[in-house]
């Protein structure tokens, strides 16, 4: 028979192992405790065989999760695994309505539902055409009571307690130059209109800490408007979707390497991270790189899921 001291140790040994096993908070948290930092939260597209969450960035500054932008499938447990928090949250950002962008949008707004949030959240987003609904309907085709998906949640859009937690969906109609969107005392957040076939999006930059971070979201690269608002940028995010080569489709929706290297080169960003990564480009960083370098000097990374870029 075990004695007492020996069933007390046994217990904590196996606290010990609990501990081990489950993931450090302090850890998790560790990107963007100072200062300005980006996090990848989905690095691919919509496919599910290159192990990656699809596409979601989150944007920290002095250990708070400030800004999401998209919410691709994966992308909410990712969240998680950050260490952020819904409730701290100043803005949701959407680059377009594609699955891959948005699937775990849902998830993420019931999860804040368990925090302590006591303020609105603005949702900004393109508008909609005949292939996609714009930002309000998105967001109350979801909630909204008496036809919306989860309409048991309808308090989040319906209520009107503007002091009160609920979704506040804004379409942004920007044009081929940026166009400001949102701001509060320490951040201001711009738009662009990309191309990405027919269906409407936007390019984001969001300026704070007197740092300034872009995202190129999915587009093609045709027009200036994408240049324009990465002049100078700390961070450009640009979606690497496609291989140098493409054609078709993929080309009508995606910019190649040569045209992200383009970009990068002329609004002489500082820091160049390649995202939305999928099979047609894993595997050919090499000669990503390659064909970047052409046009553009300055550091590039490859992006992983809960890689954390702090903004220099």
Known sequence: MYSLGQSVKALLIFAALISLCRPSLAAAQSCGSTGVAMQVLGSGGPETQDKRASTSYLIWKDGKARVVLDAGGGSALRFGESGA????????????FHVDHTSDF?????????????RPLPVYGPPGNEYMPSTTEFVHDLFSDPHGAWRYLSELVDSGNDSSYKLQPHDVAAGSTPVPVFHNADMSISAVRVIHGAFPALAWRVEIGGKRI?????TNGEGGGLTQLAS?????????????????????????????????????????VLSHRMLRTLGKEQQ???????????????ANDLDCFPVK
Do not use: C
């Open 232 to 272: 100078n940028a700390d961070l450009f995010v640009a979606h690497n979707a496609v291989p140098e080569g493409a054609t078709g489709v993929e080309r009508r929706l995606h910019m190649p390497p040569s045209v992200i290297g383009e970009i990068a080169g002329n609004a002489h960003v500082k820091q160049l």
């Open 106 to 118: 849902p998830a993420l707004v019931f999860s804040s539902w368990f925090e302590d949030r006591n």
């Open 288 to 302: 990503i790189e390659t064909e970047i370098r052409l046009h553009y000097s300055g550091p590039i990374a490859f």
């Open 85 to 96: 928090q819904m409730s701290t949250l100043d803005v949701f950002l959407f680059s377009h």
């Open 214 to 218: 872009v995202f190129s979201g999915d």
